[in-house]
């Protein structure tokens, strides 16, 4: 007699992370923002943070940076929320803290970290050296899945515990602000930048 059975999967507790690449639509904000770090870097010596052995800007809300966190605020990070099923009616994302610039010279890299009192986190490249200069690499945040379970047979997205990411140049990348994670060692001969921004959401004025 054969045996049936009934079974269903339900994935549970999904992290989404999103890419989108400005090149087209923003053609210049990246010479823009990658003229504006070097003049800071020249003239600031940066703050440590997450940073290893690379420079990290104070948090600002002027400039090119500015404009790129006005964009990103206004085009991409509603996408995101309207993903996530946030209700967005009347509301927008802001940036409460500023953004900075995060430059990785051959050798540099950032700790494990996350992104605190704030929802979403975006990284933005302006200028990458594809796997050499040091991947963005997201951890597990669930402490049990990490702590105890059987040996990995085939790698896969449901027991990974780590998930690297090789971006390029204009990609903007949006994930949970809580989401853990590190860029491994800039092995390339050029520096490694980027701009990082948090958002809230907040209630429109009327």
Same mark, same amino acid.
């Given at each position: 007699?054969?045996? /049936?059975? =009934? ?17 087209? /639509? ?20 940066? &703050? ?17 940076? /500015? /404009? ?5 605020? *206004? ?6 929320? *309207? ?30 970290? &996350? ?40 790698? =896969? ?47 429109? *004025?009327?």
């Amino acid at each position: 007699m054969e045996n /049936k059975s =009934n079974m269903n999967g339900q994935l549970m507790f999904a992290t989404l992370a999103m890419y989108f690449n400005l090149k087209e /639509k923003y053609k210049s904000i990246n010479d823009e923002v990658k003229k504006e770090i070097l003049e800071w870097m020249d003239q600031d010596p940066g &703050v440590i943070k997450s940073n290893m052995g690379g420079w990290h800007s104070r948090p600002t809300h002027t400039g090119k940076l /500015k /404009k790129l966190t006005n964009i990103i605020a *206004k085009d991409f990070a509603p996408i995101f929320g *309207k993903a996530m099923g946030w209700k967005l009616e009347d509301r927008k994302f802001f940036s409460e803290g500023g953004a900075w610039a995060n430059v990785n010279p051959p050798g540099g890299s950032n700790n494990t970290h &996350v992104h605190g009192n704030c929802v979403l986190s975006a990284v933005y490249y302006v200028e990458t050296h594809g796997e050499e200069q040091g991947p963005i690499i997201f951890c597990d945040p669930r402490a049990g899945a990490v702590q105890y379970h059987p040996l990995i047979g085939e790698p =896969n997205y449901m027991n990974a515990q780590n998930i690297e990411l090789v971006p390029k140049d204009h990609d903007l990348l949006l994930f949970p602000a809580w989401l853990p994670h590190r860029v491994a060692l800039n092995k390339s001969e050029k520096n490694r930048i980027s701009v990082a921004v948090n958002f809230n959401v907040g209630i429109v *004025k009327k």
